[in-house]
């Protein structure tokens, strides 16, 4: 396998609701994040692209994308109807193949464009589940519930999530929601959707994440401490509910070990935790310790959950870990799907 | 770079036909799914991975319908993955797919592509109302037609070349058992009395609406090499993206097609690709593509891709036979339709494309494109490795 | 089993909310008080109209200057469209036309009318006719369709690198 690195990493501002057109949104992110990395648009030899046509509420969504990429002459570019952590993967394998050095990837989502609880429904199955119209976020209510049943998590360390994850937000000016509350003061808000309350559910949001990601021979000159991408995989579950156990995730821990997250101490985890009780069903499939691994410092997707776009900015946010010099080892992260159903990870490490 | 080699080494495809009212989309999928695995002597325990596509979700009202078909493909616990780049989408499927492959990460991988717009409303799904433009449209068919006018005027190419194209396509289908039409009373005299739908693209110039899938079982070069039967060896695969419009677009001949075609070339060896390729399944969706897509991907000088066609040179029997399968304009399950086109190229180099073979077709090209003519996928195969 | 369910309607609703952007205003305001504005690129330095997004997607960069466009200008290429199809409200045949608006670097598409759609040609010169005033809206629909102005032709090289 050829060394490939994260030398970059931009995201637009998270908005609850923009006015921008998808394109407006992402032409900012694509020209900072190539000043960022000093180079230019003929630079980068492959892109690729994560979004969702319901998202927008319009087919080929994406295809406007490329308006905003500046393709011409044309380029040699791809889109993924996932979250933006697999077009990083799809571009990781692109360079694997030796077709491409450097690659920009990115992931944007307009959560506001529609009712995101009613949209995500229509990911399951179309003839028995979906007209029921059961809302996503009862489905992960129910894992909570399962999660919480099989003792594997509770409700304090559900709020003690929140509670860490608003104090790390007030760091990170990007979020929709920060504070400083305790877990008492969170246990007594109300229920939502009985396991979880409000503060349990992400901060929905419109937002792009981009990453630029290279060859070793190129790595240092765009970046000072590039972030080694040292292991990935993906994996995913069966969808039907019944036949999985929804305290645990399945396919979270096998991604993990084909990734080789144990075979050292992780310093830093970014997951793609969009309830807070993913965080621990994560942490427990992914064989992560949570008492000493430093956990989502940017305060994870509970705060900023751009759809399609949430997932890729876990890898850029446990990257700048990297960068920074704040963690020798990161650990990346993104899901979609209901309950945890499809999950990738990925080991970072700065030498 | 040393690419690791990658060998198609199963190919099943669906009966294509407008309304598969008797299987749902997961047993529309299996079925392709199964043939394949036949073909390659595998079960779906053998499969490491599996790369999905299909064009928009709203065709048939599924979001991101792979997580549900996780199900019914016992993908539990494998990498799947997820394609969507427009009509061009079954092609650029399977370039991910054999990458997967190529990089050296896996050595058996499955993909699959489908689409059974019977399940939605196309007409619905693809008619959102925006500002920019007037619907005056009315359907690919309307956006294309201008280009096709375009083209005409600037080759002086004769009002018949769309027919000619579109009775050899029909005729082709006749030989292909899964195709969608099967109709064997077109002659070009009959054709020309075709009604012009969107003028100047006549009635018969144009694809049907179908359901279908089509599933490629991909080995590594080790796994292919302990196999019995005939391979597909990948020898080249490229993509290449523009933007839909932009001022001083050439949209009847696009510069990403050009590239891509060259780089797939390039890449494969190919110097005169008019003598090296024996077949070729390209992507046409209304049969004046033909004569512009051999112009696009350096098959014929420019403005003469029509004569290659009123001399017979795309027959079957022709010098560069197109699209034995009979073509999209026979079967268009949308999203498969790319992904046939690479399955039927690979069937050539096989030997195993039954009564549309090609005699001793020996490297083949498949052909995708999508959106307004912008995203382009291609695939050289050979029946030796490269 | 002539009994057995196999298949099922299940109708789908979600709302959405489109956004324009701001690139787009200059032109949805156009519209609407009877103005064609296009945008010109700063780096290619042409105009589009309509101004997509606000964007040059050739350059990749967002577009500047306004600029108005038309009224009159030249069919690069057309369809007649002689397919009836959902909601269509036009008479069939009618003619849809690639018209590259005097001033402006990019077609865009509208109707023709007040013509045999037999006597539609490229190159031919058209003009705007407007919905009464009243019921303008930031909408392109203001405009009904375009008629041929009676001048003559333009010539295939002028509007060629346009196809």
């Known amino acids: 396998m050829r060394d490939v690195a994260i030398v970059a990493y931009i995201e637009g501002q998270n908005t609850s609701a923009t006015t921008l057109s998808p394109v ?301 010099g704040n963690a020798d080892r990161a650990v990346a992260h993104a899901a979609q799907g209901a309950c945890l159903q499809q999950n990738i990870v990925a080991v970072l490490e700065g030498n | ?149 375009s083209y005409i005027r600037r080759s002086g190419a004769p009002s018949h070349i769309g027919a000619m194209v579109a009775v050899k396509d029909r005729t082709n289908a006749l030989k292909n058992p899964y195709a969608h039409l099967h109709e064997d009373h077109w002659t070009l005299e009959k054709a020309m009395e075709s009604p012009m739908l969107w003028d100047p693209i006549r009635f018969v110039e144009t694809c049907p609406s179908s359901d279908g899938a089509i599933a490629l079982v991909l080995a590594s070069e080790d796994v292919a090499d302990k196999m019995p039967g005939k391979k597909a060896w990948v020898h080249s695969t490229a993509m290449r993206s523009e933007p839909t419009m932009f001022a001083g677009r050439n949209q009847v001949s696009p510069r990403a097609g050009e590239m891509c075609a060259e780089d797939v070339f390039r890449k494969a060896g190919i110097t005169d690709p008019l003598k090296q390729i024996d077949a070729v399944e390209m992507y046409v969706p209304f049969s004046w593509f033909e004569p512009m897509w051999l112009e696009n991907l350096g098959f014929a000088p420019k403005d003469q891709g029509w004569r290659f066609v009123e001399d017979g040179v795309t027959e079957m029997t022709g010098a560069l036979p197109v699209n034995a399968s009979g073509g999209v304009l026979s079967s268009n399950p949308i999203g498969a339709s790319g992904m046939l086109r690479f399955g039927e190229a690979a069937l050539q180099v096989m030997g195993k494309a039954g009564e549309h073979q090609i005699d001793g077709a020996r490297t083949a090209l498949g052909h995708a494109y999508g959106g307004g003519s912008q995203f382009f996928a291609m695939w050289v195969v050979g029946s030796e490795k490269n | 089993m002539a009994d057995d369910i196999l298949r099922i309607r299940t109708p789908i609703g979600i709302d959405y909310t489109w956004s324009s952007g701001p690139g787009s205003v200059v032109y949805m305001r156009g519209l609407e008080n009877g103005k064609l504005i296009g945008r010109r690129c700063p780096a290619c330095e042409l105009v589009y109209f309509p101004p997509r997004n606000g964007i040059c997607p050739r350059c990749g960069v967002l577009l500047a200057a306004e600029v108005e466009v038309g009224p009159r200008g030249t069919i690069t290429t057309f369809c007649i469209v002689n397919v009836p199809f959902l909601g269509q409200t036009i008479k069939i045949p009618y003619v849809a036309a690639t018209i590259l608006l005097d001033g402006a670097d990019i077609g865009m598409q509208h109707l023709i009318q007040e013509c045999e759609a037999a006597d539609v040609r490229m190159g031919m010169r058209v003009e705007p006719v407007w919905k009464d005033k009243s019921e303008w809206t930031p909408s392109l629909e203001n405009i009904l369709y375009y008629k041929p102005t009676g001048e003559p032709d333009a010539d295939f090289d002028v509007y060629a690198r346009h196809l």
Not at chain 2, 112 to 138: C, T, Y
Request: charged fraction near 20%; include cysteine.
């Open chain 1, 24 to 324: 407006e949104m992402i032409v900012p992110v694509v020209h900072e994040i190539l000043n960022r990395a000093n180079v230019q648009r003929s630079d980068i030899d492959f892109w690729c692209h994560g979004s969702c046509d319901y998202m927008t509420g319009q087919p080929f969504s994406f295809v406007s994308a490329v308006d905003a990429l500046g393709a011409w002459p044309p380029i040699m570019e791809s889109h993924v109807e996932m979250d933006g952590a697999w077009a990083l993967y799809e571009a990781w394998v692109k360079i694997q193949t030796g077709e491409a050095n450097t690659a920009l990837v990115f992931g944007n989502g307009k959560s506001s464009a529609g009712d995101m609880n009613r949209a995500l429904t229509l990911q399951l199955d179309p003839y028995v589940v979906a007209p029921l119209w059961p809302g996503f976020r009862s489905l992960e209510a129910m894992g909570a519930r399962a999660a919480i049943d099989a003792g594997t998590v509770t409700e304090r360390q559900m709020a003690d999530v929140v509670s860490r994850s608003l104090r790390d937000a007030a760091d990170n000016p990007n979020v929709l929601a920060y504070g400083y509350r305790d877990a008492d003061e969170l246990l007594d808000e109300p229920m939502t959707a009985n396991p979880l309350r409000a503060h349990d559910c992400p901060a929905m949001a419109d937002g792009v994440a981009a990453i630029i990601m290279t060859t070793a021979d190129r790595a240092l000159e765009m970046c000072d401490r590039p972030a080694w991408i040292r292991g990935i995989d993906h994996r995913i579950d069966f969808q039907n509910l019944g036949l999985r156990d929804l305290s645990r995730s399945n396919s979270a821990a096998l991604a993990s070990y084909h990734a080789g997250v144990t075979k050292d101490k992780v310093d830093v985890a970014e997951l793609h935790a969009t309830y807070s009780h993913h965080e621990i069903i994560l942490a427990q499939s992914m064989g992560i310790d949570r008492s000493t691994t430093r956990m989502m410092p940017s305060g994870g997707a509970l705060v900023a959950n751009p759809l399609m776009a949430a997932g890729l900015a876990r890898f850029g946010q446990a990257a700048r870990q990297i960068f920074k």
């Open chain 2, 1 to 149: 770079m040393a690419l690791h080699r990658c060998a198609v080494v199963g190919v099943g495809q669906t009966h294509h036909t407008s309304c598969r009212g008797d299987v749902s989309i997961a047993g529309l999928v299996r079925e392709a799914v199964d043939r394949a695995l036949l073909d390659a002597n595998m079960t779906l325990a053998d499969i490491d991975a599996i790369v999905i596509g299909k064009a928009p979700d709203m065709l048939e009202g599924v979001m991101m319908p792979e997580l549900w078909l996780t199900d019914s493909l016992a993908a539990s616990g494998k990498p799947l993955f997820r394609v969507h780049t427009a009509g061009s989408v079954g092609g650029s499927t399977a370039i991910v797919a054999a990458q997967h492959v190529m990089s050296g990460l896996h050595k058996r991988v499955l993909t699959i592509a489908f689409e059974k717009q019977s399940d939605g409303n196309a007409m619905w799904a693809l008619s959102v109302p925006l500002p920019f433009s007037m619907p005056v449209h009315a359907g690919a068919g309307g956006y294309f037609s201008p280009i096709v006018r």
